[in-house]
T-cell receptor, first 114, second 113 residues
Framework: NAGVTQTPKFQVLKTGQSMTLQCAQD?????MSWYRQDPGMGLRLIHY???????DQGEVPNGYNVSRSTTEDFPLRLLSAAPSQTSVYFC?????????????FGPGTRLTVL | GESVGLHLPTLSVQEGDNSIINCAYS??????FIWYKQESGKGPQFIID?????DKRQGQRVTVLLNKTVKHLSLQIAATQPGDSAVYFC????????????FGTGTRLKVLA
């Protein structure tokens, strides 16, 4: 199993550009989520999904969109990048069979917005 | 609002000593409390969790204690090793409808040789 994969690993954007961060998992997990981690900070939940076709907002959803058309993929779209979105983005997945307690994280995408 | 926080941002311990990392939480309705370890440049990794109706749970070299009276969570690491150097996060999840995870800000553990 590859686990949770994220692409790209690094990205530099200009203010106003849009892009999609990719996340995929091969563990057949129902629950998937996106977090951002700013320097010296914890993880803040952006959006999450408990299954295909179901998404919900987390703590900091503004400026981001998600969709969940398949169990495996959960892309995060930045609509119009802003310097405040410079961060490291982590995708995670877990099985609702374990009540979502143990999340498996991807390696992260380091995003810089100029 | 709901929050999970930590008392100590950095903890330095001698190799072989026991480490205790603390965390305060505010949401009494959380069902599980979880500890994660994050090494530099990597995503967080699950260590151990505890259900809200328990007060202690042990794993391999780790013990989590939950004190609901004072809303306090701690992670004890026995015989701390250099490989334990990392940032440790506590997190909580409520399963009543939302499945939202809330993470604390983290404590950096430094193991001194």
């Amino acid at each position: 199993n590859a686990g949770v994969t994220q692409t790209p690993k690094f990205q530099v954007l200009k203010t106003g550009q849009s892009m999609t961060l990719q996340c995929a998992q091969d563990m057949n997990h129902e629950y998937m989520s996106w977090y951002r981690q700013d320097p010296g900070m914890g993880l803040r939940l952006i959006h999450y999904s408990v299954g295909a076709g179901i998404t919900d907002q987390g703590e900091v959803p503004n400026g981001y969109n998600v969709s969940r058309s398949t169990t495996e993929d959960f892309p995060l779209r930045l609509l119009s990048a802003a310097p405040s979105q410079t961060s490291v983005y982590f995708c995670a997945s877990s099985s609702l069979g374990t009540l979502g307690r143990e999340q498996f994280f991807g390696p992260g995408t380091r995003l810089t917005v100029l | 609002g709901e929050s999970v926080g930590l008392h100590l941002p950095t903890l330095s311990v001698q190799e072989g000593d026991n480490s205790i990392i603390n965390c305060a939480y505010s949401n009494s309705a959380s069902d599980y409390f979880i500890w994660y370890k994050q090494e530099s440049g990597k995503g967080p990794q699950f260590i151990i969790d505890i259900r809200s109706n328990m007060d202690k749970r042990q794993g391999q070299r780790v013990t989590v204690l939950l004190n609901k009276t004072v809303k306090h969570l701690s992670l004890q690491i026995a015989a701390t090793q250099p490989g334990d150097s990392a940032v440790y996060f506590c997190a909580e999840i409520s399963l009543s409808g939302t499945y939202k995870y809330i993470f604390g800000t983290g404590t950096r553990l430094k193991v001194l040789a």
